[in-house]
């Protein structure tokens, strides 16, 4: 009896030490590097192991006066939806926001503010969303039409937005559907609502 335990026991933890060993903490920046190098099969199945969205913790930080800055200037430019993120990592987070028309013309503008709002610049975003890279501190676009898909990072360099193109594959059946995705601020009718908690 004893020694039908002891087996069990061995065998017990021989199963948690291998689940243990294979357990590996997944980062966003292990799915971009598979996909950078083409591996694009082991990016699909390491964002599957991830969380599905991201708040930045650095919007419980967000000043009122960086509040009731943001929300004039989203009024002002008309802003489709919009994404909070600390970008350049000083505790409050910036604002990225989208403008634009249709697919054809949208540009995702991000802003900071520093007592005043102050503009780091505007890419071409149609037909892309949006997630992070708590581990980066920066935006991960996934650009995915037609069986194209392409897929980069939006960061702040030299304090202006730069965004950086890993990779694109053609043919695509499987696309990557990035975790740690940015909560947009649409309510359920799919308008903009300018809760910033």
Not at 36 to 49: F, I, N, P, R, W
């Amino acid at each position: 009896m004893k020694k039908g335990i002891y087996i069990c026991a061995l065998c017990l933890a021989f199963v948690l030490v291998c689940v243990n060993v294979n357990a590996k903490n997944t980062t966003m920046t292990d799915v971009l590097n598979a996909y950078q190098k083409g591996d694009y099969d082991t990016a699909v199945d390491l964002a599957k192991s991830l969380p599905k969205t991201y708040k930045d913790p650095a919007v419980k930080a967000l000043s009122k006066k960086a509040k009731k800055a943001y929300k004039k200037l989203l009024k002002k430019k008309n802003a489709n939806e919009y994404y909070l993120i600390d970008l350049d990592q000083d505790g409050s987070p910036e604002l990225a926001y989208t403008t634009g028309a249709c697919e054809a013309n949208m540009k995702l503008n991000v802003v900071s503010y520093n007592k005043k709002i102050v503009n780091r610049g505007k890419i071409n975003c149609g037909e892309m969303y949006f997630a992070a890279d708590p581990d980066d501190h920066t935006i991960v676009y996934e650009y995915g039409h037609m069986g194209y898909e392409s897929v980069g990072t939006i960061a702040l360099v030299d304090g202006k937005v730069k965004a950086t193109k890993l990779n694109e594959r053609e043919d695509v059946k499987d696309y990557l559907e990035l975790p740690y995705v940015l909560s947009n601020h649409l309510n359920k009718n799919f308008e903009l609502t300018y809760k910033m908690n």
